[in-house]
């Protein structure tokens, strides 16, 4: 099986950065997704992550090193939208079925 | 275009009752996954259907949960005599198979349909 934990809870001001983290326990590693998800609404896809390293989509960035089993999120200039909970999942032994984590709520305070 | 549809988007029902929930995923997509989230829980997985292929059940919690997916297409999952602890938010998602091992084949997930059983 697989081992996915996140802080239940953030907050953070308004135009700062946060970082939410992830980490992972599993075999046949392939893959990390991240997603946000606002109060009341469908999870939307925000990366995916397969080789080491940062990827950066405007405000957000994510991180992997596969080595230690450890992801973030970055979120810079922080905005009250950014409210929400972010999810973890990870894809493991080839399998088409990502597992989540429980999501971090963050929130975004002025 | 249209994204994953789900009905109804709320649905209370006694306890013992049978349930249907819809998802209509967007066209061309060959995978369709079911999933429930509780409140302050992550997504729990119930079941996936990729193409033709026989569906991965394995994360149905019981015998009474149940679904299909007619013509490639539109999915039902069924819950039969309903318990309280089914209270939850049911989530689909579809997803299409890239070429591209690294593409992830990101999901899209539907609005869900938020069931109570009292």
């Known amino acids: 099986g697989q081992n996915i934990d996140q802080p239940t809870e953030m907050t953070a001001t308004e135009g700062a950065i946060v970082q939410i983290n992830c980490t992972y326990q599993t075999s046949g590693f392939n893959g990390l997704f991240w997603y946000q998800q606002h109060a009341g609404e469908a999870p939307t896809f925000l990366s995916y992550?397969?080789?080491?390293g940062l990827e950066e989509k405007g405000r957000f960035s994510s991180f992997l090193s596969r080595s230690k089993g450890y992801s973030y999120l970055l979120l810079k200039e922080l905005q009250m939208k950014d409210s929400a909970s972010y999810l973890c999942?990870?894809?493991?032994?080839?399998?088409?079925?990502?597992?989540f984590g429980r999501g971090t709520s963050l929130i975004v305070h002025p | 275009g249209a994204g994953v549809s789900q009905s109804p988007s709320n649905k209370v029902t006694e306890k013992g009752k049978d349930v249907e929930l819809r998802c209509d995923p967007i066209?061309?997509?060959?995978?369709l996954y079911w999933y429930r989230q509780s409140l302050g829980q992550g997504l729990e997985f119930l079941i996936y259907?990729?193409?033709?292929?026989?569906?991965?059940k394995s994360g149905l919690p019981s015998d009474r949960f149940s679904a299909e997916r007619t013509g490639g297409s539109v999915s039902t999952l069924t819950i039969q005599r309903t318990q309280q602890e089914d209270s939850a938010v049911y989530l689909c998602?579809?997803?299409?198979?890239?070429?591209?091992?690294?593409?992830?084949?990101?999901?899209?997930f539907g609005p869900g349909t938020r069931l109570t059983v009292t």
């Open positions: 992550n397969v080789l080491d």
């Open positions: 998602a579809s997803s299409s198979m890239g070429l591209d091992g690294l593409a992830g084949y990101e999901q899209y």
């Open positions: 066209s061309g997509h060959t995978a």
């Open positions: 259907f990729q193409g033709n292929s026989a569906p991965d």
């Open positions: 999942a990870v894809k493991a032994g080839g399998s088409y079925i990502p597992t």
